[in-house]
């Protein structure tokens, strides 16, 4: 603990010291649920923006990434290059939808198209998977935090969990918004320096970029159709385009947020914002871990994610092991502040306020918002306690157990919106087929012969989507018959409402109604194009 030096902890300690002031002073805008929950919709659009970025690259991608590109190469950004495509399809369907309805849970939308079993069942399919992410994000911060300083990883878990708990239940959304401001900042300045310090170890570039090329560890885009192989430009632009799909468009701690803006205007602009610079975010991790296999010559690392931690420390840069901790505080604190937030809304919401106490005061119902917020934090310790020894990178292992339950949220919200003959008993009926069906393809059936099948873990997302399509509109109607309408939830439904009450379809120049394309959107079409060329590109330079 000693070698972290005196410099280093007040850099660590003034992070944490503002971090607090700011929870602190957004507690006088927090007197309801609502407030808790939603902010007062004053926080600009940008700042949601910065808010969105920060959440989703988080500690897992700080560590993670450049660990996952050191043992893949560049071929591991292939999994990230479909953010245009993404942000596209959420700000096409899913904000309109949400923002619209006024309500704090994104589920509630699955209440009013199909019925209470639905919001039910998707509700606890989030909690169980956003608690699994948020104590994953403990640990990759504990390994920080450990390597840095030499405190138990177990004290590091408890200790950040106390530290975001309390901003977190001062500020409610607003404290979460504003401190993921300053979190982003923090954590991009201390890549710049990592990345600043790499080059002038490897220098020329050129000769780095030929050692990666002869390595095989240059070329971004593997166009090998081999579905046992993760980083593929195919699973990049398919399978993976599905799976964050249904991270920004029906995760509740993604989504949240773009409901505390003061317009829906707003709230597309603060998702454009991840449209347009994601690529270049993920493209700077995956580049690090790139030119760290250089420096080290490709030498295993018992543990990956710490493998950007031992260059830093290698530089000898005063007050730099103190950056890159408050660096992956930052990273963590922003994601885990959303989650606790976020997994106390759906919980408050979707189940306590609809089941139990469906009449209580704004008062109660904030009381309850904070109380969940510990249990939740509280749950997150002892899952973290075990990802503690987990091997490779954390990021992959995040997506990979994400993965299995992707094909559900795709085929509810997917179908909620664009089908006409989906019912509810069917609906359900086609995500448990999904999973019995993902799982016997996965792992296999031995009783009956059927070995597991060589599939890379994109994939499951197709797998389990398509099962879970196909069976839902099957067993809607075997079950209920077809449909003589479109639900006033879907797609179709919703314009003809406008339509039929002489609503206007845009406000403020933006498109309010769902399945409209505002004419900014279409530039993420482009940049996606944009994406492919660079990194075609990217990858002769080596030659």
């Keep these: 603990m000693g070698n972290f030096g005196l410099l280093n902890w007040t850099i660590v300690a003034f992070y944490l010291a503002v971090n607090l002031g700011l929870g602190y002073a957004m507690s006088r805008r927090v007197k309801s649920a609502d407030d808790y929950q939603l902010g007062d919709r004053s926080t600009p659009?940008?700042?949601?923006?910065?808010?969105?970025?920060?959440?989703?690259?988080?500690?897992?991608?700080?560590?993670?990434?450049?660990?996952?590109?050191?043992?893949?190469?560049?071929?591991?950004?292939?999994?990230?290059?479909?953010?245009?495509?993404?942000?596209?399809?959420?700000?096409?369907?899913?904000?309109?939808?949400?923002?619209?309805?006024?309500?704090?849970?994104?589920?509630?939308?699955?209440?009013?198209?199909f019925g209470v079993a639905s919001r039910t069942t998707m509700s606890a399919i989030f909690l169980l998977t956003q608690t699994i992410t948020s104590s994953s994000i403990l640990t990759a911060t504990a390994v920080v935090i450990t390597f840095a300083t030499g405190v138990d990883v177990r004290?590091?878990?408890?200790?950040?969990?106390?530290?975001?708990?309390?901003?977190?239940?001062?500020?409610?959304?607003?404290?979460?918004?504003?401190?993921?401001?300053?979190?982003?900042?923090?954590?991009?300045?201390?890549?710049?320096?990592?990345?600043?310090?790499?080059?002038?170890?490897?220098?020329p570039l050129s000769g780095a970029l030929s050692t990666l090329a002869s390595d095989g560890k240059l070329n971004p885009i593997r166009t090998d159709l081999d579905f046992s192989v993760a980083p593929t430009v195919w699973a990049g632009v398919l399978a993976m385009t599905l799976f964050h799909i249904t991270v920004y468009g029906t995760n509740q701690m993604m989504?949240?947020?773009?409901?505390?803006?003061?317009?829906?205007?707003?709230?597309?602009?603060?998702?454009?914002?991840?449209?347009?610079?994601?690529?270049?975010?993920?493209?700077?991790?995956?580049?690090?871990?790139?030119?760290?296999?250089?420096?080290?010559?490709?030498?295993?690392?018992?543990?990956?994610?710490?493998?950007?931690?031992?260059?830093?420390?290698?530089?000898?840069?005063?007050?730099?092991?103190?950056?890159?901790?408050?660096?992956?505080?930052?990273?963590?604190?922003?994601?885990?502040?959303s989650a606790f937030n976020s997994l106390a809304t759906v919980s408050v919401v979707g189940y306590y306020q609809r089941f139990f106490k469906p009449e209580a005061s704004p008062q109660h119902y904030l009381t309850m918002s904070?109380?969940?917020?510990?249990?939740?934090?509280?749950?997150?310790?002892?899952?973290?306690?075990?990802?503690?020894?987990?091997?490779?990178?954390?990021?992959?292992?995040?997506?990979?157990?994400?993965?299995?339950?992707?094909?559900?949220?795709?085929?509810?919200?997917?179908?909620?919106?664009?089908?006409?003959?989906?019912?509810?008993?069917?609906?359900?009926?086609?995500?448990?087929?999904?999973?019995?069906?993902?799982f016997a393809i996965v792992a296999g059936v031995p009783i009956i012969g059927l070995e597991p099948a060589n599939v890379a873990w994109p994939w499951y997302v197709v797998i389990g989507g398509v099962i879970n399509i196909v069976v839902s509109w099957t067993a809607s109607v075997l079950i209920d018959g077809f449909q003589s309408d479109w639900h006033e939830q879907t797609v179709m439904g919703q314009l003809r409402k406008f339509k039929a009450e002489g609503r206007a379809e845009k406000q403020d120049?933006?498109?309010?109604?769902?399945?409209?394309?505002?004419?900014?959107?279409?530039?993420?079409?482009?940049f996606f194009v944009f994406i492919l060329l660079f990194l075609s590109w990217f990858g002769t330079l080596g030659g």
């Excluded at 920060?54 to 500690?59: D, I, N, R, W």
């Excluded at 043992?71 to 479909?82: E, P, S, V, Y």
């Excluded at 954390?394 to 094909?407: C, D, K, M, N």
């Excluded at 120049?509 to 482009?526: M, T």
């Design 255 to 337: 989504v949240q947020r773009a409901l505390a803006a003061k317009t829906l205007g707003d709230a597309k602009k603060s998702y454009l914002m991840m449209g347009f610079a994601a690529f270049f975010i993920y493209f700077l991790f995956f580049f690090i871990g790139a030119l760290l296999y250089v420096h080290f010559e490709g030498r295993p690392f018992e543990q990956p994610n710490e493998i950007i931690l031992v260059f830093a420390q290698s530089l000898a840069i005063p007050g730099l092991m103190g950056i890159l901790a408050a660096a992956v505080l930052s990273a963590s604190m922003s994601s885990l502040s």
């Design 45 to 113: 659009w940008w700042a949601i923006g910065i808010s969105v970025v920060a959440t989703y690259v988080s500690a897992l991608s700080f560590l993670g990434g450049p660990a996952w590109a050191y043992g893949d190469g560049m071929a591991a950004l292939a999994i990230h290059i479909n953010y245009p495509l993404v942000i596209f399809v959420v700000v096409v369907l899913f904000l309109p939808f949400f923002y619209n309805s006024g309500v704090a849970s994104i589920y509630e939308y699955l209440e009013r198209r």
């Design 370 to 438: 904070r109380i969940f917020t510990i249990v939740w934090a509280g749950l997150a310790i002892p899952i973290a306690f075990a990802f503690v020894n987990s091997g490779g990178s954390i990021l992959e292992t995040l997506s990979r157990v994400a993965s299995y339950f992707v094909g559900a949220k795709l085929a509810m919200f997917g179908l909620g919106f664009l089908s006409k003959h989906t019912s509810e008993r069917g609906l359900l009926v086609g995500v448990a087929a999904g999973f019995i069906g993902l």
């Design 509 to 526: 120049g933006w498109y309010i109604v769902p399945g409209r394309v505002d004419s900014i959107a279409w530039y993420l079409l482009l």
């Design 155 to 203: 004290v590091a878990i408890v200790g950040m969990t106390l530290v975001v708990l309390v901003y977190t239940m001062l500020g409610g959304m607003n404290a979460v918004i504003w401190t993921d401001v300053l979190q982003g900042l923090i954590l991009f300045v201390g890549a710049g320096v990592v990345l600043w310090g790499l080059l002038g170890e490897v220098s």
